[in-house]
């Protein structure tokens, strides 16, 4: 079969972007963060205690969060409040969550991703 399709340059870029945004969520804290977000906001402090993590750790997290555009912040007094910054977040995180359901065997086995995950 001869195919004339083309990888161009915007598609490549394209492809470069979609892979980064899900590197944002490529954290198993940094999902856990979101789903914590999405049941209401949060300041750091309740984050640290509830995922009983380092507040430098929780604080780098939501700085990747925030850069991306998953998360948002509301100052009150001394408080940094985050929060879901889009809907569409518990969409996608819902979806994932259908896909997880119906091939968790074979992610949980994918020799591709654990060399991935030795290399970084």
Known sequence: MVTTATV???LRRQGE???????????????LILA???????????LVELLDSPQGRVSTHLSCLRWCGYVATRREG???????ADERVRTLL?????????HARELAT???LDAEGARA
């Open 78 to 84: 001394r408080h940094v409040y985050y929060r879901v």
């Open 94 to 102: 819902g979806l994932a969550e259908d896909l997880i359901a119906q």
């Open 8 to 10: 161009t340059p915007t």
């Open 110 to 112: 994918c020799q591709v």
């Open 36 to 46: 914590l977000l999405l049941e209401r906001e949060r300041n750091v402090s309740e």
């Open 17 to 31: 972007l979609l892979a980064r945004f899900f590197r944002g969520l490529g954290d198993p804290t940094r999902v």
